[in-house]
């Protein structure tokens, strides 16, 4: 009845109340049950009922209630795999656990079409518990929803080589099919031999892409995004987990890291894990770098993102970065640098903003330890020692699938703030703004002079009254030594 025209078209008007019995998995009923069941389904009251029913596991719980029976889920006891891709193994959802193993409590599992059955049955007489998982330390492990749990998928072999690699890239992802090339490509060529990814859900193909590329170990996690920190959750779990004291950058897909101007085609060269071992970056834990917000000087529409990002985007305002907010970070003594296009955008759409949104730098070049603290996403910083040069990124949002991806991220309602600035975004496409671009504005890559000065060596920071701010001041380190053998650098410095 749900599939024809009238259930597609009107709502189910069976009457209320009842409970609920959540049947897109399955339930469970013991024999007294099925018998009532059929009883009532065939009596006057049952057939009435029938009659204005649409969906079926509601209907099980009416017609059990007409019987004085009440259908129960304290537990669930069920796990729910869904097939995402072809070809791929379906992944938990919805439900978050374990295939059945050997003691489990276990009584159901949803395996989708194109499921294993024979493996289901396998796993179920092992004591090894299926598939393999992390939690991030900050909430505790368990089963169900929403629990921010991660469930590996590529082969456990890819791990070795996360876990070694001198430098290791971690994004968290969803629906990135048209940047995901891109961001692969561009930090390969800095010397980036693995990544740690977290797919967020993606129904666009991107996790069947990350899947096939062998330098990527995949996870899959079902938690809403706003329930996970907005990423930073996971990311803490794969640094945690493998890359403790190693160098690891954290990256959105549209994110690429730089240091030096690109050449002619838009792309950036240079060596990662070599710049690291420069005397800038000796002895720190982490590194800033500037987010800056990169466009193209024709409208979005006409920007598919077919050539290198630098190529197809390579411009922005003048002045990118604004430092009118005086106040220090959250848990942190960090300046606020926020992006001038974005502020200039919802002055645009007539949005009053707060002058501290849209922060542009993040603390994203990390040697993790457990003694650090991330706040308000990777843009604050504590417990750790930051270098004196800061790195830039390359944000690059703004291209032919922009609204498209603004009007989805508003009907998801996932990101911060129910997603405000996505929705200010279509405020502006709403009034014909297509161009981003302002002659009066607008510079290319090469002619900025805050870049520039970004892709200066060893340039140090500036402290808030203008001086040179050292990067580990000795007279503020004090001798206790973290989990990694390394003295840790205490407030007001090292944030």
């Not at 998928?153 to 048209?178: C, D, K, S, W, Y």
């Not at 707060?354 to 990777?378: C, D, E, I, T």
Request: hydrophobic letters at 45%.
């Amino acid at each position: 009845k749900a599939r024809s025209a009238r259930g597609r078209g009107e709502l189910d008007k069976s009457p209320e109340p009842s409970l609920y019995a959540d049947g897109s998995t399955g339930y469970l009923l013991a024999r007294p049950a099925l018998q009532a069941l059929g009883r009532v389904r065939g009596s006057a009251r049952g057939q009435a009922l029938e009659q204005v029913s649409f969906m079926e596991d509601k209907l099980v719980g009416d017609l059990l209630a007409l019987e004085g029976i009440a259908v129960a889920g304290p537990n669930y006891d069920v796990a729910v795999f869904r097939k995402t891709a072809p070809g791929l193994p379906a992944v938990s959802q919805y439900e978050s656990s374990f295939l059945p193993f050997q003691g489990s409590a276990l009584k159901l599992a949803h395996l989708d079409a194109g499921g294993d059955p024979a493996a289901a049955r396998t796993a179920s007489r092992s004591p090894w518990l299926q598939p393999m998982k992390l939690w991030p330390s900050m909430v505790p492990a368990r089963t169900g929803w929403a629990t921010n749990a991660l469930d590996l998928v590529t082969p456990p072999e890819r791990l070795e080589g996360a876990r070694r690699a001198e430098v290791a890239v971690i994004a968290v992802m969803r629906n990135e099919r048209v940047m995901l090339p891109h961001f692969l490509e561009h930090y390969r060529r800095l010397g980036v031999r693995a990544f740690l990814v977290v797919d967020n859900g993606s129904d666009d193909g991107t996790l069947a892409a990350l899947v096939a590329e062998p330098d990527v170990s995949v996870f899959s996690a079902d938690t809403p995004y706003r329930l996970s920190t907005y990423g930073v959750q996971w990311q803490e779990a794969l640094l945690a987990q493998f890359r403790i004291g190693r160098w690891s950058l954290v990256a959105d897909a549209d994110e690429l890291a730089f240091w030096s101007l690109p050449d002619a085609e838009g792309r950036v060269h240079g060596d990662l894990p070599g710049l690291l071992a420069q005397p800038d970056f000796a002895g720190m834990d982490a590194v800033r770098l500037m987010m800056l917000d990169l466009y193209p000087d024709r409208p979005l529409s006409q920007t598919p993102m077919a050539r290198a990002p630098f190529a197809e985007a390579g411009f922005l305002d003048r002045e990118p970065l604004l430092r009118d907010w005086q106040g220090r970070g959250p848990w942190s003594n960090s300046e606020t640098v926020t992006s001038a296009l974005r502020h200039r955008l919802m002055a645009q759409s007539g949005a009053a903003v707060r002058a501290n949104l849209f922060v542009a730098q993040k603390y994203a070049l990390l040697r993790y330890h457990p003694l650090m603290r991330l706040s308000a996403g990777l843009h604050y910083l504590t417990g750790a020692r930051v270098a004196g040069r800061d790195l830039a990124f390359g944000h690059f949002k703004y291209h032919a699938e922009f609204f498209a991806r603004a009007e989805a991220e508003v009907a998801r309602r996932q990101h911060f703030n129910d997603a405000e600035e996505y929705r200010n975004y279509l405020a502006l496409r709403a009034e014909a703004r297509d161009m981003l671009y302002d002659p009066a504005r607008s510079v290319a890559l090469a002619d900025c002079a805050a870049l520039r000065a970004l892709c200066t060596a060893a340039v140090p920071r500036a402290g808030a009254a203008g001086m040179a701010l050292p990067a580990a001041p000795p007279a503020m380190i004090r001798a206790r030594i973290g989990a990694m053998g390394r003295p840790m650098l205490q407030p007001p410095y090292g944030m």
